[in-house]
């Protein structure tokens, strides 16, 4: 069923909300009709029939706890079966909606909306009426899938079908997610798709690079603070819990952080609770955690440098990215896919690839993974002669090249080798670190941590 033909019924206790709605509603649908009282709705439903219903999540009366709005729809289901239910939710109350879902509500909300996408959400749930179909009763239907490849998001190899697999199964559910994978892999791009996937989408995928935090900013920035803290705790500050509340919490480099810290995460995780720093007053959580490392999580934990009741907090679900080097199909549609990219970008046509080019990037052992290839591809399309990339087009990372001919020249330890290569990459770079770290294949946070290690 198309918008324009759709009769909409609105159930809030706000009157601004019912007003908002009216206004919205009288151009784009057939007939809106609001109801302040959810009382009047069984009343209302006897007397006409309404292709969707949008049901506030909230009644004065219950203060906040969604019971009421379950219960309505409850009521909803029974008398009308045929008419699809959308919740209307504070920010949040997500968990509730997410509760609204299996029981029966087409799709949910969050207020403050943008009016276009209330309308796309009323279109969307048309759509099964459309099909001759009654609305979905019972548990929810899935959404409509989302190819990955709208989240550039790109592997054909069976390895990468799989982590695609476990991504589809996992986004809907409130499991936590470790992410597990070598520098360059996608961590970061799968916990977008995750976030993107979730019934958590509409609300913020907040990022906390934890190698980036030392010690003494921790605590502020991931609990927030009150203002008179510290010294330089000029105002209340909102940490990154509190900010993805309703939303996504994705805590990068997880594998970095100090014992200490580990014990300050564990707590909060276990009482889902923070405590700003200078309050006593304890913030209750509401957040979706992945958390990604390219440590070896497992041997840390071995060597007692990482806590595993930690570990059993992240890993509800692990998922694990296979390097590049395992899935030499994938290097070429990546290959392909950042030429395509690249040459738009720098206005050129899209180049083809030589044979002999295309078995290169096979072969080569790619330490930088997927972030190495982008800037691979992105120098040859830069430099290339002509619309045709050649094996000369490509350069490896100057610390692979330096790897691999140290490797015939004898016993030289792998710490010196990569400091040195550091040391020279900045060099060429006259000191310029994010130049250096897109030589070397690295984020410049990656980088940073190896200036540390090697006391640079
Ligand atoms: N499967 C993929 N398809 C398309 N692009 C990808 C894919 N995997 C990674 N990339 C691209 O490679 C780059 C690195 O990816 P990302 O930052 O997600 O990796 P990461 O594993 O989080 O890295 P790090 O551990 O260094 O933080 C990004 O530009 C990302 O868009």
């Given at each position: 069923?198309?918008?324009?033909?759709?009769?909409?019924?609105?159930?809030?206790?706000?009157?601004?909300?019912?007003?908002?709605?009216?206004?919205?509603?009288?151009?784009?649908?057939?007939?809106?009709?609001?109801?302040?009282?959810?009382?009047?709705?069984?009343?209302?439903?006897?007397?006409?029939?309404?292709?969707?219903?949008?049901?506030?999540?909230?009644?004065?009366?219950?203060?906040?706890?969604?019971?009421?709005?379950?219960?309505?729809?409850?009521?909803?289901?029974?008398?009308?079966?045929?008419?699809?239910?959308?919740?209307?939710?504070?920010?949040?109350?997500?968990?509730?909606?997410?509760?609204?879902?299996?029981?029966?509500?087409?799709?949910?909300?969050?207020?403050?909306?943008?009016?276009?996408?209330?309308?796309?959400?009323?279109?969307?749930?048309?759509?099964?009426?459309?099909?001759?179909?009654?609305?979905?009763?019972?548990?929810?239907?899935?959404?409509?899938?989302?190819?990955?490849?709208?989240?550039?998001?790109?592997?054909?190899?069976?390895?990468?079908?799989?982590?695609?697999?476990?991504?589809?199964?996992?986004?809907?559910?409130?499991?936590?997610?470790?992410?597990?994978?070598?520098?360059?892999?996608?961590?970061?791009?799968?916990?977008?798709?995750?976030?993107?996937?979730?019934?958590?989408?509409?609300?913020?995928?907040?990022?906390?690079?934890?190698?980036?935090?030392?010690?003494?900013?921790?605590?502020?920035?991931l609990f927030g603070h009150r203002k008179g803290a510290f010294t330089d705790a000029r105002e209340d500050r909102t940490g990154r819990f509190a900010a993805a509340s309703g939303g996504t919490l994705f805590l990068d480099e997880i594998g970095n952080i100090s014992l200490a810290q580990q014990a300050k995460l564990l707590t909060v995780l276990q009482n889902r609770e923070v405590l700003p720093v200078g309050s006593n007053v304890p913030v209750p959580i509401d957040i979706r955690l992945i958390s990604a490392t390219n440590a070896p999580l497992y041997e840390l934990a071995a060597e007692q440098r990482f806590r595993k009741d930690l570990i059993y907090r992240l890993n509800t679900v692990e998922i694990t990215l296979p390097p590049l080097r395992a899935r030499a199909d994938d290097v070429l549609l990546l290959a392909r896919h950042f030429a395509g990219i690249y040459a738009a970008r720098n206005r050129k046509p899209t180049p083809d690839f030589e044979p002999a080019t295309l078995t290169k990037l096979r072969q080569h052992h790619w330490p930088g993974n997927v972030r190495e290839l982008q800037h691979a591809v992105e120098r040859a399309v830069i430099l290339a002669e002509d619309d045709v990339l050649r094996p000369h087009d490509f350069h490896f990372s100057a610390m692979d090249a330096l790897a691999v001919t140290t490797l015939s020249e004898g016993p030289l330890q792998l710490n010196e080798v990569e400091k040195a290569t550091i040391l020279r990459v900045i060099e060429r770079h006259n000191g310029n670190i994010t130049k250096a770290a897109k030589e070397l294949g690295l984020t410049r946070t990656a980088l940073y941590r190896r200036l540390e290690k090697h006391d640079l």
């Open positions: 069923m198309i918008l324009k033909k759709a009769r909409v019924l609105v159930v809030d206790d706000d009157t601004d909300v019912l007003f908002a709605m009216r206004m919205l509603l009288r151009t784009e649908v057939q007939e809106v009709v609001t109801e302040k009282n959810p009382e009047l709705l069984l009343s209302l439903l006897s007397k006409q029939r309404f292709d969707v219903i949008l049901l506030d999540m909230n009644y004065k009366s219950t203060l906040g706890t969604g019971n009421e709005g379950l219960y309505w729809l409850g009521r909803i289901r029974e008398k009308a079966p045929g008419s699809a239910v959308i919740m209307i939710t504070a920010h949040g109350e997500v968990s509730t909606a997410v509760r609204s879902l299996k029981a029966g509500a087409t799709d949910f909300l969050v207020k403050p909306w943008h009016n276009a996408q209330l309308l796309d959400t009323l279109a969307a749930a048309l759509q099964p009426l459309e099909a001759g179909k009654a609305a979905p009763a019972g548990p929810a239907a899935p959404r409509r899938p989302a190819s990955f490849a709208e989240f550039s998001l790109l592997g054909e190899s069976a390895a990468m079908q799989e982590v695609f697999h476990k991504i589809e199964k996992v986004a809907p559910t409130e499991a936590n997610i470790l992410l597990l994978g070598e520098n360059g892999t996608g961590k970061e791009l799968v916990a977008k798709a995750i976030h993107q996937k979730s019934f958590r989408a509409a609300l913020p995928l907040v990022t906390a690079d934890l190698a980036a935090m030392s010690e003494g900013i921790f605590e502020s920035e």
